[in-house]
Nanobody, 122 residues
Framework: HVQLVESGGGSVQDGGSLRLSCDVS????????AGWFHQVSGKEREAVAA??????YYADSVKGRFTISHDNTEKLVNLQMNNLKPEDSGMYYC??????????????????WGQGTQVTVS
């Protein structure tokens, strides 16, 4: 079965950097899209970035600051977050969607989720 385990969250100062990682298992190489989603208490979970072997998506709010990548086996999906702002604080979730289209991060296509990791920027 599909399993996603996030790591790398923490607390940083305004303008700092963090690198989140998602260990993906139970999926076949080249057949899925992985995304990182941000959620603040009381608000909906929103995509910040997504990646497959054919496309990459970034939300406007993170373009130029965040970079999503995966290793050659696609089993590790990373989110490098630079120039962090207080509004970037919240829970970050890794998720997987079937197929490589990524659907511009449309949450409804992502059916498998990790437990999340907390990011705090102050």
């Amino acid at each position: 079965h599909v399993q996603l385990v996030e790591s790398g969250g923490g607390s940083v100062q305004d303008g700092g950097s963090l690198r989140l990682s998602c260990d993906v298992s139970g999926v076949e190489y080249g057949t899925w899209c992985a995304g990182w989603f941000h959620q603040v208490s009381g608000k909906e979970r929103e995509a910040v970035a997504a990646i497959s072997t054919i496309t990459t998506y970034y939300a406007d709010s993170v373009k130029g600051r965040f970079t999503i990548s995966h290793d050659n086996t696609e089993k590790l999906v990373n989110l490098q977050m630079n120039n962090l702002k207080p509004e970037d604080s919240g829970m970050y979730y890794c998720a997987v969607a079937p197929g490589r289209a990524c659907y511009e991060g449309d949450r409804s296509y992502f059916g498998h989720w990790g437990q999340g990791t907390q990011v705090t920027v102050s």
